[in-house]
């Protein structure tokens, strides 16, 4: 487990997989995920979700974030691991009701270190949704700078919007 001021990353268990259906199944998480049609995830797939996250996984490492008390409280890693130029992808998926109080932060802060620490990793990236400006000051609070901009890339709520890429590289000294 990987500790942080607010949050504990640690491996998912089979238990996980009922708390992980309510909050991918908030509207308003799955409008800000950036890829694929924002629809419903069946109970069933959740547990085969939760039932895949093994430490023997390879390219994709994902984790259950909890409060210091124990609380499963969301998801947070990293996909597409390219391990000859040292960059992979990072997410994170926060429930509703502890958004805008520091545990997303503090769940990329955690994150970050794991990725840079143990996996040497060089560069993190993401895009993500610019109507999503709570996701966008939290990864730029995180050390995360923007790269780009990719216009009218995501179709939501019957419109396009932008997709702002994101992108921190590993700090000297680590």
């Keep these: 487990m990987y500790t942080g001021k607010l949050v504990r990353l640690r491996a998912f268990e089979h238990a996980d997989a009922e708390q992980n259906h309510l909050f991918v199944n908030d509207y308003e998480t799955l409008r800000g995920m950036i890829t694929g049609i924002p629809f419903p995830s069946s109970r069933e797939d959740e547990q085969r979700f939760v039932d895949q996250q093994t ?6 490492y994902q984790f259950a974030v909890e409060t ?7 998801r947070c890693g990293i996909t597409k691991v390219d391990w000859k130029n040292s960059v992979a992808e990072l997410g994170v998926m926060i429930s509703s009701g502890y958004r805008r109080k520091g545990y997303g932060t ?63 590289l590993r700090p000297s000294g680590v």
């Design 55 to 60: 430490s023997y996984t390879r390219g994709e």
């Design 68 to 74: 210091l008390s124990g609380e499963l409280i969301g």
């Design 106 to 168: 503090d769940a990329v802060h955690v994150l970050c270190d794991f990725c840079f620490q143990e996996m040497n990793l060089h560069k993190l990236k993401l895009t993500v949704a610019a109507f999503n400006t709570p996701a966008l000051r939290c990864y730029e609070q995180c050390g995360f700078r923007r790269e780009g901009t990719l216009s009218e890339e995501i179709f939501r709520q019957g419109k396009y919007h932008d997709a702002v890429i994101l992108g921190r």
